[in-house]
Structures are given as structure tokens and as C-alpha cells.
């Protein structure tokens, strides 16, 4: 029998989810904390601090950089990167933007980008290149990256630690030629485009006239045409001209609050050459820190940002193993809370997803370990042994500080992951322990406002989505669009919660928000408080009747996101308005005959709302089935059939309304066309430019201090954009030209 061969190029692999994940470095579950730091790296790197946050549904990442191409996330393009020069920067590879683009790709997401003027939505082609689309303008300066991952939720928690760690110093210098075997140094000319000298001048220590020195024999020939041999006879020049870097420049985090161990190290190590003479000796800064716990838990950081491998760590006995991403370190210590950061221009990975191997400096990570708890140590009070408080107990505590510090002494708004970033230093310093961010929004913020009330200035991010029919908006539902939402006038008389955002898509296209002038609503899951808000703020002020609908999963959990729809919660009473349960509810899944699956087993009872019956709360424990089960055609006849139970008629405003919107709606049309030709007949466009020739001649001098003027006027009101400099230019220039 004859074989059967296939060719696959490998950008491909960059668009399937079942081999993203190869190329990603890491598995489906963490896909989406990668990207985030992906985005967040390259941000931190580009200019020292950024943004990142949740918008409508959207993650985003945004910078105050010069600016990239968005056609940049392109899977198919050559792998082109900055990250070739060895600095001790968060990214590594530079693949990181093709994992991004993948990871959209693969999930049947969205991605936009906002940049230079312009914001692009980016449409992925079948040839793995990418296509944007210009939307609008966009007037600020940077970037802002948004994406969603279709249905796979967005995992920010890594993206948080680099925006975390983004402290202390910073290296200010360039690459070192003593950071590159021959082999390496060789594929770095290779992999630029420009000219010899151009590339020396990359080298710390090499100035213009010493590049030009070394490089005096390529005058004119590009960095790729060297050979091997030429680029082995360069570096070895560039070394005699120039020092090593010492590893104190790299920069280091420095001493954290909450930590009472710390231990800093500095010094290289050695990546040996195979085919060259030259190998590399690579500068590295180690900082560890440590607090005292019953348990151990370890975090790495590479460069201020978290690695993408698995580190582990245990106590038993008198010792602390620590395993994972190369290391296999048994310390003599105490169990404790550790976090490592190494920084270094290079260290060998083993993955595609930078999982860095670390067992090169594991004797000086050892020694660190055990001084760094050591000293934590002995930060404790003599024999005093006490009891480790709850985090419960610590948040009680601490809060009103926490609130201080996140809105500067309560002169500023602040979000409620800034809340818990400010309580996160004493969780750790008193329970030696992470605190987790689900437990400390769910439970325990939601059991003081419970108990004290909304915690004021504090806001939450934005996490739903209200589409308005006819507008076609989509409005980003938060604490602070809520606080500022209205509702358009006899607009819609309904109101459909989804649990999945990934239906809007397919009701949008098929006009059903418009046909039943109904808007949709969703928080990805449990309804936030903010949709909470929104719908009794609806239900209280609105002058016209509207209908509310939820619709979720024949599951244990989508009943109860109908139960904390409609009913009182620890931290909210129930809503001031009815919701009416549409389901799927799951006797009615069973009857249409729809794919049941096996439900999760979780290891204890699933909640079930408390209007399900019993025979089926037990059928709940086992078994679900998704909306998604049902095909498009049978979905919306599903919807469709529900909402007519219902449905109370299109909006029709009373008779007074419409005949005052006839008459704005004469006016807006005659005015338009009889302003249109008294302006011909007048011949406005030949006065207008008449008038610009004359003000520009006779005010000239405004035209030449043009740039100085919008410089001053800057310095003096930053606030403003440039744009508000030139409109009042203008004005003046008209106004002294007697207009």
C-alpha cells in the first residue's frame, strides 16, 4: 500500500485550539492568562506602565507607546521581533502577538485595535493574514488592544501580577556582546535587515564612531550576508573594544510591602558554544522574598512578569522542595510564602511559551531560599506562637485602610480589583497566604456590603453588555455606566437577559431585538450588580411598561442565575421588578430531546434554584444541557414562541408623542433642504473659501507660531488636546479679523 503524505505549514498551527496550544507553550486552560500577559508584557516593555481592565465584554491592554501596525497579527507572517536583542525584558521570543491572533482565531472571538489616529476591527483571512477594517477615529495617544476568546472565559489573574511587579528599576542600557554565543550572535545578523554598522551600534558601550570602527570593513554590506566565520571575528572585536554589563545595572523589584524576608543576589552563568569559539556569560540579578506560613505556596516572576511553567512547592519535615521548570531544590527551611524574580537578558526555555529553564542558577536560588525565610524568620516575635488569622478576619480589619489607600483618602474613584490589590499586602503578611480573588469579591466584600451598605466611590469593572435595538449600541454595563445610563425614550418594551453573549450575534443578524423592540442584557454568568442596578433602575424610572426575560443553560448553575436574577442575595435585596423565567429549564430539554450531558462532578451537592422540583434538583446533580444544544433555526423558533406567550405588541408611544416627533421630523427635513438651497443660491462655499484666503492673509503671523503656540498652550493646560488649541486659534484669528 502506498503512504499518503501531507504537508502543513506551521503558521497553521497558530489557528486550530487543538494546536495553538503546542505553539502556546501552554495548555487550553491557561490560554487565555497568556494572552493577557502577552499584551501586558509587551505594553510594560514599550513604556514602563499601561492599562488593562474590562470593557463590554472585552479585555484591553493599553499603552502610551508610539503606536504598531495592525497588521502585525497576521499567523502567516515571518516570525519578526525586537526580542532578538538579549535585554532583560518581560517577552522573549517575540512570537507573542501571533499567539494572540491564534488564540482569536481559534476561539471564534473578536479583536480590535486602536492605534495611530484609527480604530481597526482586525478580520482574520483564510491565508493567515489579518485585514483591519477601519472603524472610526481614534484620538489618544498609544495603543489599546480589545479582545474576547468566544466562549472561553478571560483569565487576567498573570496579566495582574505583571502590572503588580511593574516596580522599581529599570536597565537603561543595550545588549551585550558578551550575552551571545557565536552561534547565537550569528542568527542575530542573519535576522536583521539593515547594515552591519547599523546593528553594532545595538551593543552597550558602542558609539557611533567605535560602531563605525569595528564595522570599518562592511561599510556597505548588510548584517545577513556575513558568514559565520565574519560574524566569529566580530564578536570577538566587539568584546575587546567593549566591558561586560555588571549584573547590579539589570534593575531588580526591590523590597515589597508585606514581606518581612527578602534576600537579594547578582552574577552570571555560562551558555556554552557547540560550533564556535565564543560562549556567552549571561548577567542575572536573583531577588527572593518570603513570609512565614503553615502554607507554602511559591510564585516566580521572570523579568517582573509570571512564568508560564508549573513551579511546586511543599514542606515536609525540616525541608522545602521546590520542583518545576528545571529545578529540583530541596532547601533546609521553614514553610513559608515565597516569590522569586530573575532578571537577565537570556535564560534556555523549553517551550514555545517561554517556559523558562531555571536549573542554571538553582545553587544561588537555593542559598537565597533559605536566607530569605531565614530572615523571615526571624522578623517573628520570640516563642510567641499565634493563631493565623482568616482572611475573613484580616479583610475586617484592614479595610477602611484599603479603602484610603485605593482612593486616596477618598478623593478618588476606584475600582474593586484596586480594593483588593490594597488588601492584598496584609492578607499575606497575616494569614501567609494568597488571597483569592473570586472568594474576596464574592464572599467577603459581598458580606460587608451586606451588612455596612455599597462602599462608597467604589466601582465595579465592567462586565455586561446592554444592546439597544434600532441604535444598534452596545453599551459596556459597569457601576459608573450605570450611575450614567439613560434610557432612550419609547425605544424598547422589553428586556431579554442572556447568559451567554455569544447568542447576541446570531439575534442581532436576524433583526429579533428589533421585531420585538427588545433590548438584550448579559453578565457572562451570574448577573453582576451592576445588571442588577440596571434592571431595577428600568423597572422604578421608566415611565413606559417593560417586560423583563432570562433565558440560561438546563443546568444546576444556570438555575441559579435566574435565582440571583430575580431574588435577594448576602449583598442585595431582590429586584424591584418581575423577571419572567423563559428557561431552559430541564423537563422541557428532556421533552425536545436535546443532547444531555454529564454534568461536572464538583465532589459535594450543586445549588439548584428553589423553584426547580425536586425529582429534577436530583437530575440536576448528574446531567445538563446547553442552549447551544438546540441548531440556530430551532433556537430562535424556541425564543420566538417563548416571547409571544408574552409579548404585549410593538412600542407605540401615545398619539401626542408621535405627532410631536412628526413635526420635529418636518422641521429636521424641510430645514435641511431649504438651508441647502439658500447656501447654493448664495453661493456659500465660494464665501467661505473667500474668507479663509482673507483671514489667513491678514493673520499670517498666527499660522507661523502655530506649533510654538500649541506647545505653550499645552504646557499650560494639559488637559487639553491639541485639537482644543487649534479651535481657539482659530476663533482669535477671526475675531481680530473683525469676521
Same mark, same amino acid.
Given at each position: 500500500?502506498?503512504?499518503?503524505?501531507?504537508?502543513?505549514?506551521?503558521?497553521?498551527?497558530?489557528?486550530?485550539?487543538?494546536?495553538?496550544?503546542?505553539?502556546?507553550?501552554?495548555?487550553?486552560?491557561?490560554?487565555?492568562?497568556?494572552?493577557?500577559?502577552?499584551?501586558?508584557?509587551?505594553?510594560?516593555?514599550?513604556?514602563?506602565?499601561?492599562?488593562?481592565?474590562?470593557?463590554?465584554?472585552?479585555?484591553?491592554?493599553?499603552?502610551?507607546?508610539?503606536?504598531?501596525?495592525?497588521?502585525?497579527?497576521?499567523?502567516?507572517?515571518?516570525?519578526?521581533?525586537?526580542?532578538?536583542?538579549?535585554?532583560? &525584558? @518581560?517577552?522573549?521570543?517575540?512570537?507573542?502577538?501571533?499567539?494572540?491572533?491564534?488564540?482569536?482565531?481559534?476561539?471564534?472571538?473578536?479583536?480590535?485595535?486602536?492605534?495611530?489616529?484609527?480604530? +481597526?476591527?482586525?478580520?482574520?483571512?483564510?491565508?493567515?493574514?489579518?485585514?483591519?477594517?477601519?472603524?472610526?477615529?481614534?484620538?489618544?495617544?498609544?495603543?489599546?488592544?480589545?479582545?474576547?476568546?468566544?466562549?472561553?472565559?478571560?483569565?487576567?489573574?498573570?496579566?495582574?501580577?505583571?502590572?503588580?511587579?511593574?516596580?522599581?528599576?529599570?536597565?537603561?542600557?543595550?545588549?551585550?556582546?558578551?550575552?551571545?554565543?557565536?552561534?547565537?550572535?550569528?542568527?542575530?545578523?542573519?535576522? +536583521?535587515?539593515?547594515?552591519?554598522?547599523?546593528?553594532?551600534?545595538?551593543?552597550?558601550?558602542?558609539?557611533?564612531?567605535?560602531?563605525?570602527?569595528?564595522?570599518?570593513?562592511?561599510?556597505? &554590506? $548588510?548584517?545577513?550576508?556575513?558568514?559565520?566565520?565574519?560574524?566569529?571575528?566580530?564578536?570577538?572585536?566587539?568584546?575587546?573594544?567593549?566591558?561586560?554589563?555588571?549584573?547590579?545595572?539589570?534593575?531588580?523589584?526591590?523590597?515589597?510591602?508585606?514581606?518581612?524576608?527578602?534576600?537579594?543576589?547578582?552574577?552570571?552563568?555560562?551558555?556554552? &558554544?557547540?560550533?564556535?569559539?565564543? =560562549?556567552?556569560?549571561?548577567?542575572?540579578?536573583?531577588?527572593?522574598?518570603?513570609?512565614?506560613?503553615?502554607?507554602?505556596?511559591?510564585?516566580?516572576?521572570?523579568?517582573?512578569?509570571?512564568?508560564?511553567?508549573?513551579?511546586?512547592?511543599?514542606?515536609?519535615?525540616?525541608?522545602?522542595?521546590?520542583?518545576?521548570?528545571?529545578?529540583?531544590?530541596?532547601?533546609?527551611?521553614?514553610?513559608?510564602?515565597?516569590?522569586?524574580?530573575?532578571?537577565?537578558?537570556?535564560?534556555?526555555?523549553?517551550?514555545?511559551?517561554?517556559?523558562?529553564?531555571?536549573?542554571?542558577? $538553582?545553587?544561588?536560588?537555593?542559598?537565597?531560599?533559605?536566607?530569605?525565610?531565614?530572615?523571615?524568620?526571624?522578623?517573628?516575635?520570640?516563642?510567641?506562637?499565634?493563631?493565623?488569622?482568616?482572611?475573613?478576619?484580616?479583610?475586617?480589619?484592614?479595610?477602611?485602610?484599603?479603602?484610603?489607600?485605593?482612593?486616596?483618602?477618598?478623593?478618588?474613584?476606584?475600582?474593586?480589583?484596586?480594593?483588593?490589590?490594597?488588601?492584598?499586602?496584609?492578607?499575606?503578611?497575616?494569614?501567609?497566604?494568597?488571597?483569592?480573588?473570586?472568594?474576596?469579591?464574592?464572599?467577603?466584600?459581598?458580606?460587608?456590603?451586606?451588612?455596612?451598605?455599597?462602599?462608597?466611590?467604589?466601582?465595579?469593572?465592567?462586565?455586561?453588555?446592554?444592546?439597544?435595538?434600532?441604535?444598534?449600541?452596545?453599551?459596556?454595563?459597569?457601576?459608573?455606566?450605570?450611575?450614567?445610563?439613560?434610557?432612550?425614550?419609547?425605544?424598547?418594551?422589553?428586556?431579554?437577559?442572556?447568559?451567554?453573549?455569544?447568542?447576541?450575534?446570531?439575534?442581532?443578524?436576524?433583526?429579533?431585538?428589533?421585531?420585538?423592540?427588545?433590548?438584550?442584557?448579559?453578565?457572562?454568568?451570574?448577573?453582576?450588580?451592576?445588571?442588577?442596578?440596571?434592571? =431595577?433602575?428600568?423597572?422604578?424610572?421608566?415611565?413606559?411598561?417593560?417586560?423583563?426575560?432570562?433565558?440560561?443553560?438546563?443546568?444546576?448553575?444556570?438555575?441559579?442565575?435566574? %435565582?440571583?436574577?430575580?431574588?435577594?442575595?448576602?449583598?442585595?435585596?431582590?429586584?424591584?421588578?418581575?423577571?419572567?423565567?423563559?428557561?431552559?429549564?430541564?423537563?422541557?430539554?428532556?421533552?425536545?430531546?436535546?443532547?444531555?450531558?454529564?454534568?461536572?462532578?464538583?465532589?459535594?451537592?450543586?445549588?439548584?434554584? $428553589?423553584?426547580?422540583?425536586?425529582?429534577?434538583?436530583?437530575?440536576?446533580? %448528574?446531567?445538563?444541557?446547553?442552549?447551544?444544544?438546540? $441548531?440556530?433555526?430551532?433556537?430562535?423558533?424556541?425564543?420566538?414562541?417563548?416571547? @409571544?406567550?408574552?409579548?404585549?405588541?410593538?412600542?407605540?408611544?401615545?398619539?401626542?408623542?408621535?405627532?410631536?416627533?412628526?413635526?420635529?421630523?418636518?422641521?429636521?427635513?424641510?430645514?435641511?433642504?431649504?438651508?441647502?438651497?439658500?447656501?447654493?443660491?448664495?453661493?456659500?462655499?465660494?464665501?467661505?473659501?473667500?474668507?479663509? @484666503?482673507?483671514?489667513?492673509?491678514?493673520?499670517?503671523?498666527?499660522?507661523?507660531?502655530?506649533?510654538? &503656540?500649541?506647545?505653550?498652550?499645552?504646557?499650560?493646560?494639559?488637559?487639553?488636546?491639541?485639537?482644543?488649541?487649534?479651535?481657539?486659534?482659530?476663533?482669535?484669528?477671526?475675531?481680530?479679523?473683525?469676521?
Amino acid at each position: 500500500m502506498q503512504s499518503m503524505f501531507f504537508e502543513r505549514e506551521d503558521w497553521k498551527l497558530f489557528r486550530n485550539m487543538e494546536t495553538l496550544p503546542q505553539k502556546a507553550g501552554v495548555p487550553r486552560s491557561k490560554l487565555s492568562r497568556l494572552v493577557c500577559k502577552e499584551l501586558t508584557d509587551n505594553a510594560l516593555d514599550l513604556g514602563g506602565d499601561c492599562e488593562i481592565g474590562y470593557e463590554g465584554g472585552f479585555f484591553y491592554v493599553k499603552d502610551h507607546g508610539s503606536g504598531l501596525d495592525p497588521e502585525l497579527f497576521s499567523i502567516n507572517r515571518p516570525l519578526r521581533s525586537s526580542k532578538y536583542l538579549r535585554l532583560p &525584558t @518581560r517577552g522573549a521570543l517575540g512570537n507573542g502577538l501571533r499567539v494572540v491572533a491564534g488564540a482569536v482565531v481559534a476561539s471564534g472571538g473578536e479583536l480590535y485595535v486602536s492605534t495611530r489616529g484609527k480604530n +481597526y476591527k482586525i478580520h482574520f483571512q483564510n491565508d493567515g493574514t489579518a485585514f483591519p477594517e477601519s472603524l472610526s477615529d481614534y484620538d489618544e495617544a498609544g495603543t489599546k488592544i480589545r479582545f474576547t476568546l468566544g466562549e472561553m472565559p478571560i483569565d487576567s489573574s498573570w496579566a495582574s501580577l505583571a502590572m503588580e511587579y511593574a516596580q522599581g528599576e529599570t536597565y537603561r542600557g543595550k545588549t551585550s556582546p558578551y550575552w551571545y554565543t557565536s552561534e547565537n550572535f550569528f542568527e542575530l545578523f542573519q535576522s +536583521y535587515s539593515g547594515s552591519v554598522r547599523e546593528l553594532i551600534t545595538q551593543f552597550d558601550g558602542c558609539t557611533g564612531g567605535k560602531a563605525g570602527k569595528i564595522a570599518a570593513e562592511y561599510t556597505k &554590506t $548588510s548584517a545577513a550576508a556575513l558568514e559565520f566565520d565574519e560574524t566569529e571575528a566580530l564578536l570577538a572585536e566587539l568584546r575587546a573594544a567593549v566591558k561586560n554589563v555588571s549584573p547590579e545595572r539589570l534593575g531588580r523589584i526591590g523590597k515589597l510591602d508585606g514581606y518581612s524576608g527578602y534576600c537579594k543576589s547578582a552574577g552570571t552563568f555560562k551558555a556554552r &558554544t557547540v560550533k564556535g569559539e565564543h =560562549d556567552a556569560e549571561i548577567a542575572f540579578v536573583l531577588e527572593v522574598y518570603a513570609i512565614p506560613s503553615d502554607t507554602p505556596h511559591i510564585t516566580v516572576l521572570l523579568n517582573k512578569s509570571p512564568v508560564t511553567g508549573n513551579v511546586n512547592i511543599y514542606h515536609n519535615k525540616n525541608l522545602l522542595s521546590i520542583f518545576g521548570c528545571g529545578l529540583i531544590l530541596c532547601v533546609k527551611a521553614k514553610p513559608a510564602v515565597i516569590l522569586i524574580n530573575i532578571i537577565t537578558p537570556y535564560i534556555p526555555v523549553v517551550t514555545d511559551g517561554k517556559e523558562p529553564d531555571l536549573s542554571i542558577i $538553582s545553587d544561588t536560588m537555593a542559598e537565597s531560599i533559605q536566607k530569605a525565610v531565614s530572615r523571615a524568620q526571624k522578623s517573628l516575635p520570640g516563642d510567641v506562637v499565634e493563631r493565623k488569622k482568616s482572611q475573613k478576619e484580616v479583610v475586617a480589619a484592614c479595610l477602611q485602610q484599603a479603602i484610603a489607600k485605593a482612593s486616596g483618602n477618598g478623593e478618588y474613584r476606584f475600582s474593586l480589583r484596586q480594593l483588593y490589590y490594597a488588601v492584598r499586602p496584609y492578607v499575606i503578611k497575616e494569614s501567609g497566604k494568597e488571597p483569592d480573588y473570586a472568594y474576596f469579591c464574592t464572599e467577603l466584600i459581598s458580606s460587608y456590603e451586606a451588612q455596612h451598605g455599597d462602599i462608597p466611590l467604589m466601582y465595579r469593572d465592567e462586565r455586561g453588555t446592554l444592546y439597544h435595538p434600532h441604535s444598534g449600541q452596545d453599551i459596556s454595563i459597569g457601576t459608573i455606566a450605570v450611575e450614567n445610563y439613560q434610557k432612550p425614550v419609547w425605544t424598547f418594551n422589553k428586556i431579554l437577559y442572556i447568559e451567554k453573549e455569544g447568542f447576541f450575534n446570531v439575534l442581532k443578524e436576524k433583526k429579533i431585538p428589533e421585531k420585538y423592540d427588545m433590548a438584550l442584557l448579559t453578565s457572562k454568568g451570574y448577573a453582576s450588580g451592576a445588571v442588577k442596578d440596571l434592571l =431595577d433602575a428600568l423597572g422604578e424610572n421608566s415611565e413606559e411598561e417593560i417586560t423583563f426575560f432570562c433565558i440560561h443553560d438546563a443546568d444546576a448553575y444556570g438555575t441559579t442565575i435566574y %435565582d440571583t436574577l430575580q431574588n435577594e442575595t448576602k449583598a442585595r435585596p431582590g429586584r424591584k421588578v418581575k423577571i419572567i423565567n423563559l428557561g431552559l429549564d430541564p423537563e422541557e430539554a428532556v421533552s425536545m430531546g436535546l443532547e444531555i450531558e454529564k454534568a461536572g462532578k464538583t465532589g459535594r451537592k450543586k445549588g439548584v434554584a $428553589s423553584y426547580i422540583d425536586p425529582e429534577w434538583e436530583s437530575w440536576l446533580q %448528574d446531567y445538563r444541557v446547553e442552549l447551544n444544544a438546540m $441548531s440556530t433555526p430551532q433556537f430562535l423558533a424556541w425564543l420566538e414562541g417563548k416571547i @409571544r406567550l408574552y409579548d404585549k405588541g410593538k412600542v407605540i408611544p401615545p398619539e401626542s408623542t408621535m405627532l410631536e416627533s412628526l413635526d420635529h421630523s418636518l422641521q429636521d427635513k424641510l430645514g435641511q433642504k431649504l438651508a441647502a438651497e439658500i447656501l447654493e443660491q448664495n453661493h456659500y462655499a465660494d464665501q467661505v473659501t473667500q474668507a479663509v @484666503r482673507q483671514v489667513k492673509e491678514r493673520c499670517g503671523d498666527s499660522q507661523t507660531r502655530l506649533a510654538e &503656540t500649541v506647545q505653550a498652550e499645552l504646557k499650560k493646560e494639559p488637559v487639553n488636546l491639541w485639537k482644543d488649541v487649534i479651535k481657539a486659534v482659530s476663533e482669535d484669528m477671526i475675531k481680530n479679523c473683525r469676521f
